[in-house]
């Protein structure tokens, strides 16, 4: 049976005494592959900014497993500060250890050119810049990853290696990723659970049921669907 991660009991969560989500109750498993869905406003971020502690919530608990441990983090519109002087290599080397292949992972992720570990990331493209906060949050291998829209400036090509990478490393790995995204596509494709937001919590179960697909179109429209990339 997976251990639990995260338990979340009756919380409130919101800014300034105000909430944005009310009595949520839910558990985070090992080994979980959860996409949130939602529309904008809905409460998606700060669903995750309260689980990762960097908001307070409003009411109800959150308990954390003991060991959890280090957790990989990649915000919604996340900044670098350009003006350090900085390679792309020595940011990695920051957080790397020998036994993380970081080489691989800026290969999936597009960043292939040969010359990109000694580049200053100042001159990076805000894709590349996108690329390489994923690719910081997956070093260490920790046993929980959150990405909040984290597939921002990735073409489609290297969306599709992306989940396809997030996967494959859950499977490995036996980590949790909660990912926050607006492709409906990916859930179906990819995620092992599906959740529902809209200002409440209105689904958490597979992503291919009837189910989540009413949800979906209650929030979405009627035209909303769910299919799999074939290219």
């Known amino acids: ?135 910081f949050a997956l070093l260490g291998k920790p046993k929980l990853i959150c990405l909040d829209e984290a597939t921002d400036g990735l073409d489609f090509k290297a969306q599709k290696e992306f989940f396809g990478l997030l996967k494959q490393i859950q499977q490995d790995t036996k980590s949790t990723i909660i990912l926050v995204s607006h492709d409906i596509t990916a859930v179906g494709a990819h995620a092992t659970r599906a959740i529902c937001l809209n200002r409440s919590l209105l689904y958490d179960g597979e992503p291919n049921s009837p189910e989540f697909h009413s949800c979906l179109h209650s929030i979405y429209g009627k035209d909303s669907f769910i299919h799999h990339h074939q290219h």
Do not use: W
Request: proline share 5%.
């Open 1 to 135: 049976m997976s251990a639990t991660l995260l338990e979340i009991k009756n919380c409130d969560f919101g800014y300034d005494g105000s909430p944005i989500l009310k009595n949520i109750s839910l558990g985070v498993l090992e080994s979980e592959f959860i996409t949130i869905v939602g529309p904008n406003g809905s409460g998606k971020t700060t669903l995750l900014k309260s689980l990762l502690g960097l908001q307070p919530v409003l009411s109800g608990q959150i308990q954390h497993e003991k060991n959890l441990g280090a957790i990989g983090y990649v915000p919604q519109h996340a900044q670098l500060n350009l003006s350090i002087p900085i390679t792309v290599e020595e940011f990695l080397k920051l957080k790397s250890s020998p036994a993380d292949n970081y080489q691989k992972l800026i290969t999936t992720l597009g960043l292939a050119d040969n010359d990109i570990l000694k580049k200053p990331i100042n001159l990076l493209s805000t894709g590349q810049r996108q690329r390489l906060l994923v690719v």
